[in-house]
């Protein structure tokens, strides 16, 4: 858009992290925004579900972050309403749990002297011998943990995870959510966590304390969304998208589906957070066929929780366990009252989330509720952490296309429609699914804002938040942005703003 042409309404689709940051920032700025969701609840991935008084998240949501913008962000919405709260994980595998972060004597006696060191000698060989090129998920973890330890912790559990084999999988995943991570940097943590202080490890997945909200991450984007209608704007529910209408390089009306009933919006700017595949499908005229073609090579992992209400106080101590093991579909289990005891109404009662991972209109997908919830009962009692007779009442709650997959590709297919939609002067793309990038929360936050800010003028680009560089919760230092909250965000009128200014490594 033209940098002194500041739009008097927008349009934004979706009503998650990335959505509703960049609804407030332009409420801010006195610019009329419409939200449209398509969902019933707010905070997309991000929510958080209630059933009969038992609070559960899609997926635990730690808030924690290098982006000191979005921590002042965090506190000026919730305050006082935040917890602090330890980070307590364990690895289910082979009938055994393992300490994460890996701890020496467990780690030893879990798997037993001889595979220890099979593992250290598998280590040392690819320190010698390494897969030259890395291309896939398996060439990266393989070269920085050996075949052993790769195929003892990380090769199932991904595949669960992501359906498709390791060596499908693009390196750019591996580098992205495990960067800074080898058996050396693991092995060395632990031996110096003793002297260390919290959260001053240098990897990302060792940090022990994060944020939480006192009723579930769902309570921030409630905040957002009470937020964004105080500035006299509109958060929209059960809306969904479903045509976006365009001439001469802008999108020029948007229509969605209400109630059975489709209903046209002009629109002078458009902020989408909704799946690129979906967004190229719904524009109008079609989009050229090589766009088309690159927006279907685009796939998503979907996922379901099934919530389980177990008649016992406590059960373990963990916020969250992963479950490597084959042997069961589980591939996470979230223990929410130790993630904040608020989130469960009766205190003799524990309330677990079992995650699922699967494509839509799959086995596990289409399977009846109450099928699941006998599922997620038996495979409790399989790994020994329920007596299935105590399990008294459940519920199932699906989310589609809930992680963008980093196949072969992806990259090629996104530097296509990158090309294609920024050929839009009145339309910004946010969000995990709206960039097709494994954003957590924060990142989602900061494309948000800087979508936000380049319709309002700004020399800002949502596109070079460059997770797979500089993970959130990775140690070190990182840019002070300078200025408090509220300069960065624009209480005044628009000024340039770029990534590095909110503290985000950006491809060069």
Excluded at 94 to 120: C, E, H, Q, S, V
Excluded at 198 to 211: Q, V
Excluded at 423 to 448: C, E, I, P, S, W
């Amino acid at each position: 858009m033209n940098a002194n042409a500041q739009p008097k309404s927008a349009l934004v689709i979706g009503a998650g992290p990335a959505g509703l940051t960049a609804a407030w920032v332009l409420g801010r700025q006195n610019v009329r925004v419409l939200v449209l969701e398509a969902d019933t609840i707010v905070g997309g991935i991000a929510r958080t579900s209630e059933y009969k008084g038992f609070r559960f998240d899609i997926g635990g949501h730690r808030f924690f972050s290098k982006v000191r913008a979005v921590e002042a962000l965090w506190n000026e919405m919730l305050g006082p309403e935040m917890l602090t709260r330890p980070r307590l994980s364990r690895i289910y595998y082979d009938g055994k749990w393992f300490d994460y972060p890996l701890k020496a004597g467990n780690a030893l006696m879990g798997l037993g002297l001889t595979r220890t060191i099979a593992i250290g000698f598998s280590y040392l060989w690819r320190q010698l011998f390494p897969i030259k090129p890395e291309v896939s998920f398996e060439d990266w973890t393989v070269n920085r943990f050996g075949w052993s330890l790769y195929n003892t912790f990380f090769k199932a559990y991904t595949e669960k995870v992501w359906g498709i084999p390791c060596n499908q999988i693009g390196a750019q995943w591996a580098a992205q959510r495990i960067k800074g991570l080898s058996l050396w940097s693991a092995a060395r943590e632990m031996m110096l966590a003793p002297f260390r202080s919290k959260n001053s490890t240098k990897i990302r997945s060792l940090i022990e304390e994060f944020k939480y909200p006192r009723l579930g991450p769902g309570m921030m984007w409630e905040t957002f969304t009470t937020k964004v209608e105080a500035q006299g704007n509109t958060v929209q529910m059960a809306s969904a998208v479903v045509k976006l209408h365009h001439a001469i390089g802008r999108i020029t009306a948007v229509d969605y589906k209400k109630d059975g009933a489709i209903t046209r919006v002009p629109v002078e700017a458009v902020v989408s957070t909704m799946p690129l595949r979906q967004l190229i499908d719904a524009l109008s005229p079609e989009a050229p066929k090589e766009v088309r073609d690159a927006a279907h090579q685009l796939s998503y992992r979907d996922f379901l929780t099934v919530a389980l209400i177990v008649n016992q106080a406590e059960m373990f101590p963990d916020n969250w366990i992963y479950v490597h093991d084959p042997g069961v579909k589980l591939g996470r289990i979230q223990n929410f009252k130790n993630w904040s005891p608020e989130m469960v109404p009766d205190q003799s009662k524990t309330c677990l989330g079992l995650e699922y991972f699967c494509f839509e209109g799959d086995g596990l997908w289409t399977m009846a509720d109450k099928d699941l919830i006998a599922l997620g009962t038996k495979e409790l009692a399989a790994i020994g952490l329920a007596d299935p007779s105590k399990v008294v009442d459940g519920t199932v709650v699906r989310m589609p296309k809930a992680y963008p997959v980093y196949d072969g590709g992806y990259l090629q297919a996104l530097e296509v429609l990158r090309a294609y939609l920024t050929t839009f002067t009145n339309l910004q793309l946010a969000g995990r699914n709206g960039l097709h990038k494994y954003n957590n929360q924060d990142h989602a936050m900061v494309t948000g804002i800087l979508a936000a800010k380049a319709l309002l003028g700004a020399k800002a680009d949502p596109w070079l938040v460059n997770v797979e560089d500089d993970y959130h919760e990775e140690g070190g230092d990182s840019f002070d942005p300078g200025g408090d909250l509220s300069e960065l965000l624009g209480s005044q009128p628009a000024v340039p703003v770029a990534a590095k200014d909110l503290e985000l490594r950006v491809k060069s």
